[in-house]
């Protein structure tokens, strides 16, 4: 048969799905490699999809989204974000998932050959969407000696003349590291220093602990052919919606009708049902996710215990629901290789740093979200550091 293209060929195996699939083989397996909510749906959020099947509301509806759900999401993310600006629904496009809305963006902004850069450690699929567009990730390192955060002069260090976007995520996955507001300041001061694009992927916006979220979006302009902040959105993890992939990508203004000829291009729109669960989700009682937050919280505090009784080096996580654990004391290396027999051995399965970037060699990322018993079990079965 014809191969191919190129661009498709070369884009790795995802590390995460590769141990959690060897995972959900093995009988019995604790499985703390994946990050998916482990709490029931609220009953009202599966009832509006429901109804909306009922009365057979299952044609096309907007590109960009039903006209509710792009104005509670606007008025989330203008509350969350603690926005200055009257930022409406015009500028937020329904996405099936964060995953389509960071496509989304990057075929907005990258040709092939440009450069974007991208965390090390950083969420794998910011290099493997980059790459399907034929676009150049370069990963700005994040740095254990300096608490996983970014450098100005590091980052800085990294632009050519072919550089167009700089990607931010924050809370971070993996590593549970938040940017400040200060930092942040300075990253967007930097982007527009250089004429660069953001994509700020906020998944986490939700789950910060003692911290605040800080939004690339409040340090930008409302100027349009000034802004420059595209914002990543989703409901996967803040109401555990995993499955009816839902999002939303806030773009900057002036752009509302590219916006919409891409996302025809993609996706044309996204189901009806999931849109409806996810308007009942922002709109409906929040209790489920303060008892998310709080079971978070609760599980990261209880796998620091463990860690820091066997001696073994982590990051203490200010957001998300992941922590970010140092074994390199038995992984000899190759921390990829390790998490395999950790799993054939013990029953165990983690997230390989090297999943993230090459920063990642010698740590591994601890899903916080499923049962404290569970976590409190697996991670008992690590050896001690010496």
Same mark, same amino acid.
């Given at each position: 048969?014809?191969?191919?293209?190129?661009?498709?060929?070369?884009?790795?195996?995802?590390?995460?799905?590769?141990?959690?699939?060897?995972?959900?083989?093995?009988?019995?397996?604790?499985?703390?490699?994946?990050?998916?909510?482990?709490?029931?749906?609220?009953?009202?959020?599966?009832?509006?999809?429901? @109804?909306?099947?009922?009365?057979?509301?299952?044609?096309?509806?907007?590109?960009?989204?039903?006209?509710?759900?792009?104005?509670?999401?606007?008025?989330?993310?203008?509350?969350?974000?603690?926005?200055?600006?009257?930022?409406?629904?015009?500028?937020?496009?329904?996405?099936?998932?964060?995953?389509?809305?960071?496509?989304?963006?990057?075929?907005?902004?990258?040709?092939?050959?440009?450069?974007?850069?991208?965390?090390?450690?950083?969420?794998?699929?910011? @290099?493997?969407?980059?790459?399907?567009?034929?676009?150049?990730?370069?990963?700005?390192?994040?740095?254990?000696?300096?608490?996983?955060?970014?450098?100005?002069?590091?980052?800085?260090?990294?632009?050519?003349?072919?550089?167009?976007?700089?990607?931010?995520?924050?809370?971070?996955?993996?590593?549970?590291?938040?940017?400040?507001?200060?930092?942040?300041?300075?990253?967007?001061?930097?982007?527009?220093?250089?004429?660069?694009?953001?994509?700020?992927?906020?998944?986490?916006?939700?789950?910060?602990?003692?911290?605040?979220?800080?939004?690339?979006?409040?340090?930008?302009?409302?100027?349009?052919?000034?802004?420059?902040?595209?914002?990543?959105?989703?409901?996967?993890?803040?109401?555990?919606?995993?499955?009816?992939?839902?999002?939303?990508?806030?773009?900057?203004?002036?752009?509302?009708?590219?916006?919409?000829?891409?996302?025809?291009?993609?996706?044309?729109?996204?189901?009806?049902?999931?849109?409806?669960?996810?308007?009942?989700?922002?709109?409906?009682?929040?209790?489920?996710?303060?008892?998310?937050?709080?079971?978070?919280?609760?599980?990261?505090?209880?796998?620091?215990?463990?860690?820091?009784?066997?001696?073994?080096?982590?990051?203490?996580?200010?957001? @998300?629901?992941?922590?970010?654990?140092?074994?390199?004391?038995?992984?000899?290396?190759?921390?990829?290789?390790?998490?395999?027999?950790?799993?054939?051995?013990?029953?165990?399965?983690? @997230?390989?740093?090297?999943?993230?970037?090459?920063?990642?060699?010698?740590?591994?990322?601890?899903?916080?979200?499923?049962?404290?018993?569970?976590?409190?079990?697996?991670?008992?079965?690590?050896?001690?550091?010496?």
């Amino acid at each position: 048969m014809p191969e191919l293209a190129a661009h498709a060929r070369d884009v790795p195996v995802n590390q995460i799905r590769e141990i959690t699939e060897a995972a959900w083989h093995t009988p019995g397996a604790i499985v703390l490699s994946i990050g998916e909510p482990g709490f029931a749906l609220p009953r009202h959020i599966l009832e509006a999809g429901m @109804a909306c099947l009922d009365r057979d509301e299952t044609n096309y509806t907007p590109n960009a989204g039903i006209p509710a759900l792009r104005e509670a999401f606007a008025a989330r993310f203008r509350e969350r974000a603690g926005l200055n600006t009257s930022l409406g629904a015009e500028r937020v496009y329904v996405v099936d998932g964060a995953q389509q809305g960071l496509h989304f963006a990057m075929s907005l902004l990258l040709s092939p050959g440009d450069e974007i850069l991208i965390p090390n450690p950083g969420y794998p699929t910011f @290099a493997m969407t980059s790459r399907l567009l034929n676009a150049v990730p370069v990963g700005y390192p994040l740095y254990p000696e300096h608490d996983f955060q970014p450098r100005i002069q590091d980052v800085e260090a990294l632009i050519t003349d072919r550089t167009r976007v700089l990607i931010l995520n924050s809370p971070s996955n993996p590593l549970g590291a938040v940017l400040g507001g200060d930092l942040t300041r300075q990253l967007v001061d930097l982007a527009r220093k250089h004429d660069l694009w953001i994509i700020s992927d906020e998944c986490y916006e939700a789950f910060t602990y003692d911290v605040p979220h800080v939004s690339p979006a409040r340090f930008d302009s409302d100027v349009p052919g000034e802004a420059r902040v595209f914002t990543s959105l989703t409901l996967s993890k803040t109401y555990g919606l995993t499955g009816l992939r839902i999002g939303a990508l806030v773009c900057p203004p002036g752009l509302e009708q590219k916006m919409n000829n891409v996302m025809e291009a993609i996706v044309s729109c996204v189901a009806s049902p999931s849109q409806y669960a996810a308007l009942a989700a922002l709109t409906g009682p929040q209790d489920y996710v303060r008892h998310a937050q709080d079971h978070y919280r609760a599980n990261r505090d209880a796998a620091s215990a463990v860690l820091a009784a066997k001696g073994i080096p982590y990051l203490s996580a200010q957001g @998300a629901f992941y922590l970010w654990a140092d074994v390199s004391h038995v992984s000899d290396g190759d921390v990829r290789s390790w998490t395999r027999r950790f799993l054939a051995d013990s029953s165990v399965a983690f @997230a390989p740093g090297t999943a993230f970037g090459s920063i990642g060699e010698g740590w591994v990322r601890i899903a916080l979200c499923g049962s404290r018993p569970e976590l409190v079990v697996g991670l008992g079965r690590l050896p001690e550091r010496n």
